[in-house]
């Protein structure tokens, strides 16, 4: 295989990682198992350029990325639908989309895995045409990470502390959004903290990633209580998997769904991947089976 990897020195756990040995290492590791390889180490202000134009070539077979959710969800836009498969170093700071593929969590044990790996097929989504492979949402999601900017925090560690925070400001200063929703022609009006959606249904029993990222179905989470209590709890509850037993949340599975939004405030009031994004008065969301190639370990199970 031909790849080209790109490193975001600003991104993720990259911040705090030595650089160099990790270059070092990716490109010793896929030219043992006689892969041809480049290896880029950039900042957050060159990503963009530089993967788009690696996704324009016709000799590349794998555009790999390791940085935080936005470096990931903007790689796996810019190859979604094309013979470029996406391969992911697991460098954020939780990883969702890496779990999904089963890759494993430690740089170095990932780079020895996706070296002898495979190209797989899996689902991707988009609303109104804009590619997510995680998440997104509308309501208290987009206000906590407004509030987590506002704070300082220079690792892993401290954007996880920083997180914690935000979650506890941002229900303390709780608001709800009114919703009109169609979910597969199924029509309904709602007051809620907050609607998730997902690229797949989240696995149970543990953080919230899909267990089978080829499962063909958009997850749907509602938030039917708008209690401060009830709140806390379900995000409790999603972080250790256990959002089925909540009698405050409705999960469905769906192809596609439109979110139909009247309020008085749009600017970043969405998230996609970890990003604020500004809320459309009309979100139609799908899932593209299968419309994405990625780098995977050759022992993943849902193949």
Do not use: C
């Amino acid at each position: 295989m031909k790849v080209h990897a790109i490193l975001n020195r600003d991104g993720g756990t990259l911040r705090t990682t030595d650089l160099d040995l990790l270059s070092t290492t990716i490109r010793d590791e896929f030219r043992i198992h006689g892969h041809e390889i480049e290896v880029d180490v950039l900042s957050s202000s060159e990503i963009g350029e530089v993967i788009a134009t690696q996704s324009r070539r016709t000799d590349l077979d794998v555009l790999m990325v390791a940085g935080g959710d936005g470096t990931v969800s903007s790689a796996a836009a810019a190859v979604a639908g094309s013979r470029i498969a996406l391969g992911l170093l697991p460098a954020g700071t939780m990883n969702l989309f890496a779990r999904s593929l089963q890759i494993p969590l430690d740089l170095d044990v990932a780079v020895r895995a996706l070296a002898t790996g495979r190209i797989a097929a899996v689902d991707i989504a988009s609303v109104n045409g804009e590619y997510f492979v995680h998440q997104f949402a509308v309501g208290l999601h987009a206000r906590m990470v407004r509030m987590r900017e506002r704070l300082d925090y220079a690792s892993r560690i401290g954007k996880m502390w920083a997180s914690v925070r935000a979650i506890g400001s941002a229900i303390q200063n709780m608001s709800t959004v009114e919703l009109k929703l169609d979910v597969d022609g199924k029509r309904e009006t709602i007051k809620t903290p907050a609607v998730a959606i997902s690229n797949n249904i989240y696995g149970d029993g543990h953080v919230p990633f899909a267990d089978d990222p080829q499962g063909g179905k958009l997850g749907i989470y509602l938030m039917r209580s708008s209690d401060r209590g009830a709140v806390l709890k379900l995000t409790a509850d999603m972080m250790r998997g256990a959002w089925k037993a909540n009698e405050h949340l409705t999960v469905s599975g769906a192809d596609e769904i439109t979110i139909e939004y009247k309020g008085s405030k749009t600017h970043r009031r969405a998230v996609m991947d970890g990003e604020l994004k500004d809320l459309a008065r009309l979100s139609k969301v799908k899932i593209h089976k299968g419309g994405l190639n990625v780098l995977v370990p050759d022992e993943v199970t849902f193949v």
